[in-house]
């Protein structure tokens, strides 16, 4: 049940979630985005980057952890050779990136999210249960009282119960060391299994092979994953019910 439940939820909340749909970007970067897409991507991914011969976009790890272009970005303009995929390193990512962000949010709608989900739907956990359970594993880095105060009247009751499945916002950081020795610390823009790339702390866009580095990278998020597959059907509704009283 447990299973069913998560891949379920996972599913709508991802879509209610996504972090780049808050607000429709410019009509005009659409455009202009649609037709770089088309001329340079839309032969492999399709014209509206539901994917041909290469993968579908708008379902994409990539553009659902996306905002600014800041993570399909480097992809674009580095390309992904090992795949076959060639670098684009002219192209105008923000104009893709809404273009991409315009099809997601498209299909969100489509798959008519219900943003406004009664409250007594989802309001039938134990707050004192959630309360618990809260002081026991989410206290050490959430207070009621300091980043969580208030958080009830900011987020409609179906997206609080996904920002603390699925929450976002918080970048990863990475420690990368240089074959010289050199160390380069920042925020972690992009990570696959052959590639890193960060924004350093002076601000400067790096990119590394990780057969020729070595990374350490700080997820402040790995916690909520591991908790995600700890969680019952119970649990989930007993937080979802104490978050729903601060």
């Known amino acids: 049940m447990r299973r069913v439940f998560a891949v379920y939820f996972g599913v709508v909340c991802s879509l209610a979630g996504l972090p780049a749909l808050a607000a429709t970007p410019d009509a005009a970067a659409i455009e202009s985005g649609r037709k770089e897409f088309v001329q340079s991507c839309g032969f492999c991914h399709g014209n509206d980057a539901t994917g041909s011969r290469a993968p579908d976009l708008i379902r994409s790890p990539l553009l659902s952890h996306d905002e600014n272009g800041e993570t399909i970005g480097p992809v674009i303009r580095n390309g992904r050779p090992d795949k076959e995929m060639p670098a684009f ?3 105008n990512v923000a104009n893709i990136a809404a273009f991409l962000h315009s099809r ?4 969100l709608r489509s798959a008519s999210v219900p943003k406004d989900y009664p409250l007594e739907k989802l309001l039938t956990g134990n707050a004192s249960a959630g309360k618990a359970y809260f002081n026991t594993k989410c206290q050490s880095c959430h207070s009621p009282s300091g980043d969580l105060k208030g958080i009830a009247k900011k987020f409609t009751p179906i997206d609080l119960q996904s920002r603390f499945l699925y929450p976002r916002g918080m ?8 074959s010289s020795g050199e160390q380069v ?5 992009h990570l696959d299994e052959f590639t ?4 350093d702390d002076a601000g400067w866009y790096r990119s590394y092979r990780l057969k020729n580095v070595k990374v350490e990278v700080k997820d402040p998020l790995d916690v909520h994953r591991q908790l995600l597959q700890e969680y019952s059907d119970k649990d989930v509704h007993n937080i979802f019910a ?5």
């Open 242 to 246: 104490y978050l729903e009283t601060l």
């Open 89 to 91: 390193p002219n192209a």
């Open 104 to 107: 997601a949010l498209a299909a």
């Open 171 to 178: 970048k990863s950081t990475a420690k990368v060391t240089l």
């Open 185 to 189: 610390t920042g925020k972690v823009t």
């Open 196 to 199: 890193i790339a960060l924004t």
